[in-house]
């Protein structure tokens, strides 16, 4: 990189110079993929206790506005909406994930480039490109820094979710270069959250912040604000605060040539809990439908998981809805005894049930190698699992899933995507319009107001 010129530069560049028309078909359609989740998961979100409780934080921390709060009757300006509707996007953690920083990037990005095009009346395929442009700077950040920042306990949705929501806002606004500059160096100099958070309501606020920092660091740029073009490489800049000084620039200049959307690919989960869980999940559904096994014949089941999922994976008896969501326990109680993990599950009643107080303590997580058997495979994620499950007549029976159905290794249909949607919007009482909001989305660049995307 030249003397003088920044890594916040190189992502400005490259956020401005981002066309449609330059961007692979498939890709395109990925994002839409992105987009159809997460606007599913928002909609169910805004039905829980969390982002209702962030809700109404939201409306008596901003003002009015014309920005729709998904899933409710209320409209706000741009930075509430964007706060309000990235607490919902990751209230029930049932939003993408990528393996570029283990970041859940559509949930923070999305929202912003929602409230920003929104806000100015911009076209679906303004909010299209916006949306990519956000994700796409994200993703880019977070293989600078390599997942080792996420390693050292920084969650990396809102420390960087920020950054890529700047992004797609700047894009969606039409700033130039300078703008665009200013506006990617504010968000960065605010970037932080602890991985802590897991658990808690926390989770889901950091998220929406992110997503309306990305906004407001957009709008501050526009007004005239200025932030340090140097914030990552400076002594006190993010990689060295951050991560030790661990930063590769050359993942950034790649922007917009290569998209991470594609490679290494965006994960959509079928359960609504912690993506660490749902490889050791899937190994035990695999045995128990065949072998045809019943809850009642289970004696013991064993998880040996990298040590990322027991990080994340930190509530062996949880209390409430929100610490299952990171209980590898209850995940696997839920599919041993229901066959499913649904978003019904997720009830203090669920787990105070006879049968999954039954299970939890049978189910045994320890940290471990993958066997040899399965080293070579090349459908092998950071959070897989292998499992061991014996009952009551002795069988032992063993499976290994290096990556779940749904993750960019593979990845569920269309079909599937469309139930999850379909079942999101039950969850989040819109019935009669899903299917409009589901065909809006898929001809995203024939919207001409995103103001008519949900109405």
């Not at 929406?208 to 709008?219: D, F, L, M, P």
């Not at 914030?231 to 030790?244: K, M, P, R, T, Y």
């Not at 189910?363 to 292998?386: F, N, Q, T």
């Not at 809006?440 to 024939?446: F, G, T």
Request: charged letters at 20%.
């Amino acid at each position: 990189m030249k003397a003088n010129r920044h890594a916040i530069h190189s992502l400005a560049d490259a956020v401005v110079s981002l066309r449609l028309e330059d961007i692979p078909h498939d890709v395109l359609n990925l994002a839409k993929r992105c987009l159809i989740d997460v606007c599913g998961v928002t909609l169910a979100g805004a039905n829980t206790e969390s982002a209702k409780l962030l809700l109404q934080t939201a409306v008596a921390t901003y003002g009015e506005g014309n920005c729709d709060i998904v899933g409710t009757p209320h409209r706000l300006n741009a930075p509430g909406a964007a706060f309000a509707n990235g607490s919902a996007a990751h209230a029930l953690d049932f939003d993408d994930n990528c393996y570029a920083g283990i970041v859940h990037a559509s949930a923070v990005v999305f929202p912003a480039v929602l409230a920003m095009a929104q806000k100015h009346g911009a076209s679906g395929a303004d909010l299209l490109l916006g949306f990519i442009a956000g994700l796409e700077v994200e993703f880019a950040v977070a293989k600078a820094l390599s997942n080792s920042i996420y390693d050292k306990g920084w969650w990396t949705t809102s420390a960087l979710g920020a950054i890529g929501s700047a992004a797609g806002v700047a894009k969606v606004a039409g700033l130039e270069r300078e703008k665009t500059t200013h506006a990617l160096a504010l968000a960065t100099a605010g970037a932080g959250a602890i991985r802590a958070v897991r658990g808690t309501a926390a989770k889901h606020y950091y998220c929406g912040r992110a997503s309306e920092s990305g906004v407001t660091a957009a709008i501050a740029a526009i007004q005239g604000a200025t932030g340090p073009a140097n914030a990552f490489e400076d002594q006190s800049g993010i990689a060295q605060v951050l991560n030790g000084g661990t930063f590769d620039p050359g993942e950034i200049e790649t922007l917009g040539v290569e998209f991470s959307i594609s490679d290494p690919g965006v994960d959509l989960k079928k359960y609504p809990v912690c993506y660490a869980s749902h490889a050791s999940a899937d190994a035990v559904k695999e045995i128990m439908d065949a072998e045809g096994f019943s809850a009642s014949d289970v004696v013991a089941v064993t998880c040996t998981v990298p040590p990322v999922v027991t990080s994340n994976l930190t509530y062996p008896n949880p209390q409430t809805a929100t610490e299952a969501q990171f209980s590898l326990h209850f995940a696997i109680a839920a599919i041993i005894e229901h066959g499913d993990i649904k978003l019904e599950h997720l009830t203090t009643e669920m787990l105070s049930s006879a049968p999954i107080k039954r299970l939890l303590p049978k189910i045994d997580v320890k940290v471990g190698d993958i066997p040899e058997p399965y080293r070579s495979s090349r459908l092998i994620c950071p959070e897989w699992g292998y499992v061991e499950l014996t009952t009551q007549a002795g069988d032992r029976k063993c499976s290994f899933v290096g990556s779940p159905l749904g993750s960019a290794l593979r990845p569920m249909s269309d079909e599937v995507l469309q139930k999850k949607f379909n079942a999101c919007a039950e969850y989040g009482n819109v019935n009669g319009s899903a299917s409009v909001l589901y065909d809006k989305i898929l001809n995203l660049e024939l919207l001409t107001n995103t103001r008519e995307l949900f109405s």
